[in-house]
């Protein structure tokens, strides 16, 4: 099958392209990221470079430009592909900026697979409005007529393919029914776990961009709450948290939490734990999960993150609500109080993470490209060579 990726950035989209590859199949890398910055990629995959101006100039400068900006950004990358989109069997686009060239590949007879690694955006919308409300911000919405369009992705496309089924369950019935899982965890190298360290300070580790997201209120809350002797909280992010008035607060009356900035090597970081709590309330994976549990880190996570889905609660790391100040605490204290726990979880955790690279060759992302191309082939979605 000749196979298209139509993406503005490189994303996650590194799995999507090599686990084609190794299926047998040609794929050409629609995109405004440069070769030279495609880390990871099989040599196999070629590109084609369609220009997202807006894009470009914010990884350039670091600058945030306006939303309305993005969106603009998104629909011109979008309508660019299209317009330049050569034959093929089969186009993966991502949400938000693949609707024209959906379109156009379906008229070529090929399947359109809308990439979708978070919640419906309706849904999404509406818990972000309400996180920065409780911690007095805003939330950038999107435009009407953006939103519109990304719905329209949706209902176009003759596959969604997503990272959970946390995610799947925010479409409505009729939308569930095209969804396609593939968790967002593939092939990597593995992780050498090293001996844990005693120390004086109890370390605990979050990892996390989005504060919204990633229910940085809730955790912070509750370690205030706690206000464990001898412990300290490291939350690595690039966020602003400073936008965040409540949790701007929160922050200045404790002395024991310390934010991260750029780290060099993840792996340290997750090292230098005692206990790793990702307390999202939005999260479609949540990568950091995997690393963490994978370095041999005794682990908490909420239910709104993908990534519990591939784990056992109670064997393999702690499962929490989301939006539960009382149930991360008591998650906490667990860890905090009880070593044989922590190393219970980080040996199962481990090597549950583990089999998933090394066990009889089957890997969740693979397994889910497989899934996709079937259901392609099995409605005749695709050509014979599907």
């Given at each position: 099958m000749r196979i298209v990726i139509a993406t503005g950035r490189q994303a996650h989209y590194r799995l999507a392209a090599n686990s084609l590859i190794v299926h047998g199949h040609s794929v050409r890398l629609y995109t405004s990221t440069p070769r030279a910055r495609m880390r990871g990629f099989e040599d196999a995959v070629t590109n084609k470079f369609i220009p997202a101006p807006i894009a470009l100039f914010n990884g350039f400068t670091r600058i945030r430009t306006h939303l309305v900006l993005d969106e603009l950004d998104s629909t011109f990358f979008d309508r660019w592909a299209a317009l330049a989109l050569e034959p093929c069997d089969l186009v993966l686009g991502a949400a938000s900026s693949s609707l024209a060239t959906g379109l156009a590949a379906q008229r070529q007879g090929a399947t359109y697979v809308l990439d979708r690694a978070c919640p419906d955006i309706r849904v999404q919308q509406a818990v972000m409005v309400e996180e920065a409300r409780k911690v007095g911000a805003v939330f950038r919405e999107n435009s009407p007529w953006f939103l519109d369009r990304q719905v329209a992705e949706y209902e176009a496309a003759d596959i969604i393919l997503s990272p959970s089924d946390y995610s799947r369950r925010s479409f409505p019935e009729h939308l569930r029914k095209k969804v396609v899982l593939a968790p967002l965890y593939g092939r990597s190298e593995p992780v050498e776990r090293l001996p844990r360290r005693g120390g004086a300070t109890f370390t605990v580790g979050v990892v996390g961009g989005q504060p919204l997201r990633k229910g940085y209120l809730y955790l912070l809350q509750a370690w205030k709450q706690l206000a464990l002797p001898h412990a300290k909280l490291r939350i690595r992010s690039g966020g602003d948290l400073a936008e965040y008035p409540?949790?701007?607060?929160?922050?200045?009356?404790?002395?024991?939490?310390?934010?991260?900035?750029?780290?060099?090597?993840?792996?340290q970081f997750y090292q230098d734990c005692d206990a790793f709590v990702l307390p999202s309330v939005d999260d479609g994976f949540g990568m950091a999960l995997a690393e963490a549990v994978a370095s041999g880190v005794p682990s908490i996570a909420t239910r709104n993150c993908g990534a519990t889905e591939l784990l056992e609660d109670e064997r393999d790391l702690l499962l929490i609500d989301a939006f539960s100040v009382d149930q991360i605490k008591e998650a906490l204290l667990r860890l905090y109080t009880s070593p044989e726990l922590r190393e219970r979880l980080s040996v199962a955790g481990a090597a549950t993470v583990a089999a998933l690279q090394d066990g009889d060759g089957v890997h969740p992302y693979d397994a889910g490209i497989d899934r996709l191309l079937a259901r392609a082939a099995a409605t005749k979605l695709v050509g014979a060579g599907a």
């Open positions: 409540v949790i701007a607060r929160l922050l200045a009356s404790m002395d024991n939490v310390e934010i991260v900035g750029y780290v060099a090597d993840i792996n």
